[in-house]
């Protein structure tokens, strides 16, 4: 893990108690993608597998959490907000829970042209859950400048 | 609140280490509806609103409570799990979160009679969640027979 997840998953987990409860950590944090990963117990329901709460609320944090560090990299300054989500859920989760999420280049760009001609622009990301596709979340974020 | 509502909050955060982190609370619980209610405090984000994995949770959780209230006072004996799910947040919580949901007579005897005819059954529900509708959640949820 570099330095800069290290932090980013710090202020995280001392801003959000939930991402603390659920032991959210970053495993691999780079321009373009992310890989989280917690442990299964504190995060699971009535049938001893992925609590389906904790399985979205890891997913929506993973897209937070790329975005929160490609808007660092391109120096854009503002607040962060997810605006609408879905959830499909295909497999239980017997083991800990990973979720990975990826940018690609054209998309990154325009969420930065458009922010900085708008002040506001939207992300849409589609994170993985699980080695199997246990799980996929597709996620809008918001951006909007000097907040 | 009556003795079915608080054995069902007792069983849920007793099996869901999220839901205790929450502060998951069941405030009203009937047949065809329920109220439950969170404090800010546990389920803040960086911003100190309500954060959206925790509302996420604590309405994906009201759902399944009131799915699996109709299911004992039915009898139907099975598993309850949600297959997918999708959530609009319109406006921040600054208070503490309250979650509804009611189902309709047709629904639930619907629910009831495709479960006993065919072992499987879904069931589909809108949770509203704040005083001024400050999100949205429409989840599906899926009993399964002698699980």
């Known amino acids: 893990m570099t330095g800069e997840a290290g932090q980013l998953q710090q202020t995280i987990r001392a801003s ?3 991402s603390e409860a659920m032991q959210f950590s970053i495993i691999e944090l ?3 993608n992310i890989l989280v990963q917690a442990p299964l117990e504190p995060n699971v329901n009535i049938h001893g597998t992925g609590f389906a709460g904790s399985i979205y609320s890891l997913a929506v944090l993973t ?3 790329l975005s929160t560090h490609i808007m660092a990299l391109k120096q854009m300054q503002g607040d962060l907000v997810v605006a609408k989500a879905e959830i499909s859920y295909r497999a239980p989760l017997t083991d800990s ?3 990975r999420t990826q940018v690609s ?3 990154c760009a ?3 042209l458009r922010f900085e001609s708008k002040g506001t622009a939207k992300l849409a990301l589609k994170v993985e859950i699980g080695a199997s596709g246990n799980a ?3 996620a809008t ?3 909007v400048a000097g907040v």
């Open 30 to 32: 780079n321009p373009r």
């Open 110 to 112: 325009a969420f930065q």
């Open 97 to 99: 829970i990973q979720c």
């Open 141 to 143: 974020y918001v951006a």
């Open 63 to 65: 897209g937070w959490a």
């Open 105 to 107: 280049e054209e998309d």
């Open 136 to 138: 996929v979340l597709r």
């Open 16 to 18: 959000i108690p939930l």
